[in-house]
């Protein structure tokens, strides 16, 4: 697949890991942020990664890219769907943000609701941040499960093989759910394992 023009909103320890990622596969990041002049996380990521990553707003970011990732807080999210609901009209958006302590993790139905044509894709929310940094385990290649609206799958497939996993779908966006599963069963395991665990499908 050709190199993506992707935009990365929150440039944190999820957002800042997988952009890092994508950037080394040759795609083009474009991290999408509040305060992109006075931001810490956004100069010590291009203290980082220098000229290799465009730090922006987050409108420009979401209006020069193919995919939207949105690595910022869950209580931020209704509010930046809300304010770029028009930009993100027919957009490839990635779900990664976690709404914790709310009944349901996903930003499914904000989507829905207010964005309803954008593709939406539930990926990269169920492992702590340090499994992208280092993606490799014992046994080979961990699986990442996701869902993603039909005919997406060949673009988040890549972004999730360019982050080291094999990728495993679990259906379209109304199955967000099933995915946010494993997020609350990577919590109780890593309280056993500690974070630097993922998940595999074995066969015989
Ligand atoms: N940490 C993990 O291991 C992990 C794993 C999977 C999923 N997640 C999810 O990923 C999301 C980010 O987590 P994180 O650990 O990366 O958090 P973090 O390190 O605190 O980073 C959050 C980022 O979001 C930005 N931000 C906050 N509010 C924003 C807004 N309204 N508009 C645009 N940008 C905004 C912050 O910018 P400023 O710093 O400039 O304010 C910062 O760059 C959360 O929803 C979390 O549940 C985290």
New binding site residues.
């Given amino acids: 697949m050709a190199n993506l023009r992707i935009a990365v909103?929150?440039?944190?320890?999820?957002?800042?890991?997988l952009g890092k990622r994508w950037i080394a596969a040759g795609h083009q990041v474009a991290?999408?942020?509040?305060?992109p002049e006075?931001?810490?996380?956004?100069q010590a990521l291009t203290a980082d990664v220098g000229e290799k990553a465009t730090i922006t707003s987050?409108a420009q970011a979401i209006t020069d890219a193919d995919v939207v990732v949105?690595?910022?807080?869950?209580?931020?999210?209704d509010?930046?769907i809300a304010v770029n609901a028009d930009a993100l009209t027919g957009k490839l958006v990635i779900d990664?943000?976690?709404?914790?302590g709310e009944p349901v993790?996903n930003s499914y139905a904000t989507f829905q609701r207010l964005a309803p044509t954008a593709q939406y894709a539930r990926a990269?929310?169920?492992?702590?941040?340090?499994?992208f940094v280092d993606s490799t385990f014992s046994g080979g290649p961990a699986d990442m499960f996701y869902v993603s609206a039909d005919g997406s799958q060949p673009t988040v497939e890549t972004l999730i093989s360019d982050v080291g996993y094999r990728p495993v779908r679990l259906g379209a966006g109304d199955q967000a759910d099933l995915v946010d599963a494993l997020?609350r069963l990577w919590f109780t395991l890593s309280r056993t394992y500690g974070?630097r665990l993922a998940f595999k499908i074995v066969t015989p």
């Fill in positions: 909103l929150g440039v944190g320890n999820i957002g800042g890991s991290f999408g942020v509040a305060n006075t931001s810490a996380k956004a987050v949105f690595a910022i807080p869950g209580k931020a999210m509010e930046t990664v943000a976690n709404r914790v993790f990269f929310n169920t492992l702590g941040w340090e499994n997020l974070r």
